[in-house]
């Protein structure tokens, strides 16, 4: 016999008040009276403990409702080992970011998503509208190629036709973007002109300074970009002695700061594509978030009314589980983004898989109490009915939700973008609607039902 | 007591006629894929002089107009797939001499979107398999003559019932209002997947527990009955509490999440109809088979 537990439900409601009052947004309280005089607010608190800073303002909210850009780039891997690619991926982004900041969006969110052998990467500009400059800003890149050149052709060309392309002069030396630390522009002391000093890492200094010394009296070609941007000649006197970093010359100030900035900011060790770019106005998403908000309140408010009309008692009870429910969800959504950078994001249909969700949580309040309705029918009193309809009902409860748990687990690890928000969002509901809707609710029973004695 | 299992031909009639229906529409309209999945571009601009005028500049970038909607002030265009090329330039035309104010702007590759759909595709077979062998597991130890894996199939196929005369409406919707299949549809499927097993679990744990209390005393398929009408109560509430939601959503809605809502409405209404009239036969008929 489950026993009556006071002390248990006055820490659930403390908990579940704390959730609720973290789940809200901030809300002004003004209240003023000859006698009383309240102005005050609740709701969307900041914490700071140490250095860290608890930030329960608002909810993430995704692109498709706030408004803003998002594009998806396709990083080719094909020329990087198969065990090199995840950090590959993850340099690629650092640099992208660091692109996407030095255009002047602060709040960026990049993700890397990565399906079979395909690595792409996600960026998200909220609030910003200007796609062509933030496409220059990310791909206008500098990818940095020293490139020598083939076999028995001669540069510059001693005959073109039209179809040879500079890959029939040059071929890669395995020397690029990714063996340099840095870049800084220099003026030339002898001409005083601009040029863009490299500074090649350890390693990537011996790499050219070989190829240097395998090229003497050749063009070595610097690529950036594919575009040829010049080939100057390696001299004699460099055969034995010591390789300098390169400079690159024959540019104006201009562009040595700009190329200089895009080497510095990195260059990105793969090719990359653009596949997917998207302007998404916040007009769009602010009306279906207001209208999905008011279609959850009417829709609450008629549950409301059917579970108080066909529980009675009860009724109230599955109200405040179901109440309970929201808050603590709605307050992990926030949670999570404050201890991840992956948290769970608003979308439109993540706020879709949450009323569901909302609906999925009254069914196991419904399975309860309408077992306990059975019950009682065969003739037992209150207590014993109450008692048994929570053990009977468990049994489906548990069957029906560990299923679902464990399709939406299967989803989460395989989908990808938002199918795989959707079923965290499941998850997380699954696991909070067993709490409040089968836990709580057997405690607030057994306090309440007390003195119900047939 | 009603004598549902009476009635199973019904039933299964009045689903098989409604999937056939259903089957009819995929196969002579075939499904209207959105361009998450085909690859291609959307436009919606504000603030514009006419329809035609921007058509015009659209039709003179090269560039082909698969569809063109105005809804509210809002003119929306999707285009076929083409370079990025003639996509900046059309931008760039639009956005000049204030002909126009663009409000969303989506270019999608036609590999990503079927890649996007592949993946999709997967996770849910392979959640469908588990389903499959978590239900078998879990009825494993019941007792009668019933075969565990008839639990898991019955499930399925109810699952599928509901999945496909959900899909084929859109068929219907696509042909006639142009509603499209896009990612948020997705997202239904994957619901109405979730609901249905939910219910049908139901009544079929209603099944195992009468089989234990009713073993020597009646018959399987009158357990099933008794079972069915037990849970009769809970599964309209529940689906009444869930089709509530969806259904406030459908009438206040606009655009992608007003289909949203719909598929979910009729999924899960299918889906409560399915767990009550057609899993449980079926369990009964696909365990005649198993035994055999």
């Known amino acids: 016999m489950f026993k009556s537990n006071p002390s248990k439900l006055i820490l659930i409601t403390v908990f579940v008040t704390i959730c609720a009052l973290l789940a809200l947004p901030k809300i002004p309280i003004e209240y003023s009276h000859p006698l009383i005089n309240i102005s005050t607010t609740i709701g969307g608190y900041v914490f700071r403990i140490g250095d860290n800073v608890f930030d329960f303002r608002d909810f993430k909210k995704g692109l498709d409702i706030e408004g803003g850009m998002k594009i998806v780039i396709n990083l080719d891997m094909s020329e990087i080992p198969e065990n090199e690619r995840d950090s590959s991926a993850n340099t690629v982004k650092e640099i992208i970011d660091r692109r996407v900041n030095l255009f002047g969006v602060s709040e960026t969110g990049s993700y890397i998503s990565k399906s079979n052998d395909t690595y792409r990467l996600n960026i998200e500009l909220p609030g910003q509208k200007d796609l062509e400059g933030a496409i220059s800003a990310i791909g206008s890149t500098a990818q940095l190629r020293f490139r020598v050149l083939k076999e028995g052709q001669t540069w510059p060309p001693t005959n073109i036709s039209e179809q040879m392309s500079l890959d029939d002069f040059f071929v890669d030396s395995g020397v690029g973007g990714s063996d340099l630390v840095g870049s800084e522009v220099i003026f030339d002391p002898t001409t005083n002109q601009p040029a863009i000093q490299l500074r090649f890492s350890q390693e990537g200094r011996q790499k050219f300074s070989e190829i240097v010394k395998k090229n003497v009296s050749k063009p070595i070609g610097i690529f950036l970009d594919n575009q040829l941007i010049q080939a100057p000649t390696v001299s004699p006197d460099l055969a034995s002695g010591v390789v300098n970093d390169p400079t690159i010359t024959g540019v104006n100030l201009e562009e040595a700061k700009q190329i200089s900035n895009l080497l510095k900011a990195g260059a990105l060790p793969v090719p990359i594509q653009i596949v997917e770019q998207n302007i998404i106005g916040a007009t769009l998403g602010q009306d279906i978030l207001q209208k999905s908000l008011i279609a959850g309140g009417v829709s609450l408010a008629i549950i409301f009314i059917y579970f108080i009309f066909s529980y009675g008692r009860l009724g109230f009870i599955a109200i405040v589980c179901l109440l309970s429910y929201i808050s603590i969800v709605l307050a992990i959504f926030k949670f999570s983004n404050i201890l991840t950078t992956s948290g769970v994001v608003l979308t439109i249909p993540g706020i879709a898989g949450f009323l569901f969700s909302v609906g999925v949580a009254c069914d196991a309040s419904i399975l309860v109490f309408e077992r306990i309705k059975e019950e009682i029918r065969w003739g037992k009193n209150i207590h014993l009915a109450i008692n048994s309809g929570y053990q009977r009902a468990w049994s489906s409860i548990k069957d029906s939700n560990y299923t679902t748990f464990l399709a939406s687990l299967i989803l989460f690890i395989f989908g990808t973008g938002f199918v795989k928000g959707f079923a965290l969002t499941l998850m997380i509901g699954i696991v909070v609607s067993l709490l409040t809707n089968v836990y709580f609710s057997r405690i607030m029973t057994s306090v309440f039902i007390k003195e119900y004695k047939a | ?292």
């Open chain 2, 1 to 292: 007591m009603i004598d549902f299992i009476k009635y199973t031909k019904l039933f299964i009639v009045v689903s098989l006629v409604a999937i056939a229906l259903g089957i009819y529409g995929i196969v002579s309209y075939g499904l209207k894929l959105s361009i998450e999945y085909t690859g291609g571009s959307v436009i919606s601009l504000k603030n514009y002089e006419s329809a035609s005028s921007i058509e015009n500049i659209v039709l003179q970038k090269d560039i082909e107009i698969k569809e063109i909607n105005e809804i509210d002030g809002l003119l929306t265009l999707k285009l076929n797939e083409t370079s990025n090329e003639k996509l900046a330039g059309l931008q760039k035309e639009l956005t000049s001499n204030q002909v126009t104010q663009i409000e969303d702007f989506e270019i999608i590759s036609p590999s990503y979107g079927a890649e996007f759909a592949k993946n999709s595709l997967i996770g849910v077979l392979l959640s469908l398999i588990v389903v499959v062998l978590f239900m078998a597991y879990s009825f494993y130890k019941v007792s009668g003559n019933l075969s565990p894996w008839s639990f898991g199939i019955a499930a399925l196929v109810a699952m599928l019932h509901d999945i496909l005369i959900t899909t084929s409406l859109f068929s219907f919707l696509g042909h006639f209002n142009n509603v499209e299949i896009d990612a948020l549809f997705l997202t239904a499927i994957l619901t109405i997947i979730g609901f249905s097993i939910n219910d049908t679990i139901v009544v079929f744990d209603r099944i195992r527990e009468n089989l234990n209390k009713y073993q020597d005393s009646k018959s399987l398929s009158e357990i099933c009955n008794i079972s069915i009408f037990e849970t009769f109560n809970r599964s309209l509430t529940t689906s009444f509490t869930v089709v509530i939601i969806m259904f406030s959503l459908f009438t206040l809605g606009s655009g992608s999440i007003k289909y949203f809502s719909l598929a979910l409405v009729v999924g899960l209404t299918a889906g409560t109809y399915s767990s009550i009239f057609i899993a449980t036969p079926l369990l009964l008929i696909i365990n005649k088979y198993l035994k055999k």
